[in-house]
């Protein structure tokens, strides 16, 4: 070791030196050494404990924002260039109009703190092809072609250090309607099918996407996770190429449900929150109004009262809640979105005990019933009849019952096999002792006249296990 340092120059010790320091930062942000591999468990703890995370869609579709020659496109806004089909060299002219100077890395993450969330996800390269940062693999991209010239992803990167909120992105893989070999874009360029078998979609893969990806694990620090999405044509070998260059760049990155081979976690479908408890780890991409881009005409925005209820609905099932914001072309992210996203925040400021690591409910009665009938839903799967009353979450010796509906007089626990030995209020400071009656394994909880909370009063009963 001696003899090697030696011989090493100066400048060569020093690039070593930091070279080693960033790899210990990035492990150690996650808990691992770098002599022991991380368990699935270590990999997955800090999702465990996020729950809440920030989704943003933010790209060259932010410019003609829905619209495309005085034309209103239906659908959700980052998919425009295909709805209208939008040729190739059409769609490039965006680029040179795509300037916003608005953009503050800083408040978007001061957002996303004051909303609670806990991890960001923005779009590094949605399927247009466009990369919203400065890429060195190919010049379709924010620093090389707009006159923005900045790279926003190195300032939310900083941004995110420095209010300790995990940094992930999404990429889209397969899909990029720029390239000839990318998969999607049919209008411009041969069917898909044809770019699999005469190898133009492995170059694109070689030649783009790998590369794009080694560059957003190597510029940015420690990257919490990697969002792929639409896996068309991604077979189990093109998908390991991508999860050997996670592993060998950052092994403590995870690794989305949408790569099209196995990642670390499952990605349940677009706004798709299951009916019971689902036990292995899993996340819901959500959108606060209709679409993921920003569309200037839609203001079909949820409320925070059902923000809320969703949350804590996906929490009490097992899962995160990636909740989705989408910034106009100036840069910023839409005034509604984020007051209804910093309504949540306040909420979770003072009952985010009950949501931070917390577990699914152990009964499930609360969650609907399937419907008796031969009914149908939307997508033909068996319907469901939701309640809504009251969710549960759960930790060790506790449990907490979100009544979303306030019971007059008391609230009737289902049966449990151990003891409450103590309920309270999570709004209340005092956590003043309510009335406890137990009659056989149900337990029935005396309730002040009035709500702790308009829309989540949470109930924590301390329990001993049965
Ligand atoms: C995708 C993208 O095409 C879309 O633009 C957006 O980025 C969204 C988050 O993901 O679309 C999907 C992918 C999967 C499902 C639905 C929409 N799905 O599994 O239900």
Known sequence: MKTTLMRMSKAALQLSLVASCLCFAASSASGATQTKPMSQDE????????????????????????????????????WIMNRAKIPVKEYEQLAGQFNPVKFNAEKWVQMAEDAGMKYIVITSKHHDGFAMYGSKASQYNIVDATPFKRDPLKELAAACAKHNIRFGFYY????????????????????????????????????????????????????????????????????????????????????????????????????????????????????????WGYKSYDNDWKTPEELTFKLVDIVSKGG????????????????????????????LKVNGEAIYG????????????????????????????????????????????????????????????????????????????????????TWSITLPKTPSDKTDSVLVLDVTAG
Request: glycine share 10%; proline share 7%.
């Open 43 to 78: 990999k997955m703890a800090w999702f465990r404990e996020a729950k809440f995370g920030l989704f943003i869609h933010w790209g060259l579709y932010a410019v003609p924002a829905g619209t495309w020659k005085d034309q209103q496109i239906a659908g959700i806004g980052e």
């Open 172 to 291: 889209s893989q397969a899909q990029d309607w720029h390239e000839p070999g990318g998969a999607g874009n049919t209008w411009d360029f041969p069917p898909d099918a044809e770019k699999d078998k005469n190898g133009a979609y492995d170059q694109y893969l070689r030649n783009k996407a790998e590369p794009q990806v080694k560059e957003l694990l190597t510029g940015y620090g420690p990257v919490c996770l990697i969002w792929f999405d639409t896996p068309r044509m991604m077979n189990k070998e093109r998908g390991q190429r991508f999860i050997d260059i996670v592993h060998t760049l950052q092994p403590a990155c995870l690794i989305d449900g949408r790569l099209g081979t196995e990642g670390d976690y499952r990605s349940m479908g677009d706004n798709a929150i299951p009916n019971q408890v689902v036990h292995e780890d899993w996340e819901v991409p959500a959108t606060l109004n209709k679409t």
């Open 320 to 347: 995160n809640y990636l909740l989705n914001v989408g910034p106009t072309a100036e840069g910023l992210i839409p005034q509604p979105s984020q007051d209804n996203l910093r309504a949540v925040g306040r909420w």
């Open 358 to 441: 917390a577990g699914s409910t152990p009964f499930g009665e609360e969650l609907g019933a399937p419907d008796p009938t031969t009914r149908k839903d939307k997508k033909g799967n068996q319907a469901f009849n939701a309640k809504t009353d009251w969710r549960c979450t759960t930790k060790p010796g506790k449990l907490y019952i979100h009544l979303f509906k306030w019971p007059s007089g008391s609230f009737e626990l289902p049966s449990i096999k151990g003891k409450v030995t103590k309920a309270y209020l999570l709004a209340d400071p005092q956590k003043q002792t309510l009335g406890v009656k137990q009659n056989g394994q």
